[in-house]
């Protein structure tokens, strides 16, 4: 797929590292599958991984975590 940001490069599967913050909470998932862009870096998430990753964000807003770094595990 052509990335929609720089309009450039193809995306190609890989792994991310996706950073979400929530009011005080920050959350960082290491080795997410991911479609990143051979330019630019963009990374595009398929539907079950952002499904997977929102819920692991929620966890840690709920237990009020400050910082938490997690792997990703499919």
Same mark, same amino acid.
């Given at each position: %797929?052509?990335?929609v940001l720089c309009r450039q490069g193809e995306t190609k599967p890989g792994k991310t590292t996706v950073a979400l913050q929530r009011g005080e909470t920050t959350v960082i998932i290491k080795d997410v599958p991911a479609e990143i862009c051979d330019n630019c870096g963009e &990374? &595009? *998430?398929p539907e079950d991984s952002t499904e997977?990753? *929102? =819920? %692991? =964000?929620e966890e840690a807003a709920k237990k009020k975590a400050e910082v938490e770094i997690l792997r990703f595990a499919a």
């Open positions: %797929m052509r990335c &990374y &595009y *998430l997977q990753v *929102l =819920a %692991m =964000a």
